[in-house]
């Protein structure tokens, strides 16, 4: 491992003033630290935050503020969170193991690297990894690959199941830059698609720091997070789906969806949302949905089992969620 130095910051200014060039902020390093011993990431300093100030979990303007160093159990586990976003607390715990949970963090958990097989074999090409060098899953094994948004220089998906639930849920990060200015900045925006720069996969300028995450009021309507995945515990999603589907007289009046394994960032269309609201709860309206989101995915070989998969995960989500409501 190439040698880095190390200094603990003792407040969010003083990090965000510490970090330089080549510097990254470690907290929980459930990322970061297996990346470092396999040299993807090689940083000339790291800037422990994990001390700071930062793991409260608040309400705040009718939601909550959710600091970004609270642990990811820490998060499921919490009174307000089970009762008014079960989806964000079930997406939370189909997550990791319960170790890594205890350590890994808020800010952390959203910023986690894509786990493409070729991303961590340092002997492939990889455009994210080596920006230029080629992109090994396109004509390799892409089973756990992109059906959505991905590009012709990669097609890595995002990881997270919690940042999904977020997507759902309009959750709004908080940043402190150098300098000492804040941004509110929508997590639909944080994230880039790959195009022809998969290296750079947020919106985040150099040095700034996450320091919270905002949720908005629990929007109406009953939640659901259901991960299909290849084994019952530690494992990335294959599909997950994140909704919030509210139904009046057999009408859906509201809908909030996300979706995770299917693409380089925790993906919301507005389309799948626009082809539910105003419909009857059926499985038609269902079915049209599944027509909105899977319009254009395209399928790169091994994992073109994704698209029959998502619409039937999502047919099913939608039926269980308006079960009572029909
Ligand atoms: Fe690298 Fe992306 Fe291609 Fe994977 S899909 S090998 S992360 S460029």
Redesign the pocket.
Known sequence: MKTFSYARADSPEAAVEAIADGAKFIAGGTNLLDLMKLQIEAPDALVDISRLDLAQVEEHDGGMRIGALVPNSDLAAHPLIRARYPLLSRALLSGASAQLRNKATTGGNLLQR?R?Y??YDTA?P????APGSG????GGYNRI?AILGASE????THPSDMAVAMRALDAVVVTLQPGGDRRRIALGDLYRLPGDT?QIETSLAPGELITHIELPASPAGKQLYRKVRDRASYAFAVVSVAAVIAVEDGTITSAHLAFGGLAPVPWRDPAVEAALVGQPASTASFEAAADALLNDARGQGHNDFKIPLTRRTLVAALRDLTEAAR
């Open positions: 894509t493409c070729y991303f492939a990889c455009n994210k990894r992109c090994n899953a396109q690959h220089h990669c097609i890595a998969p």
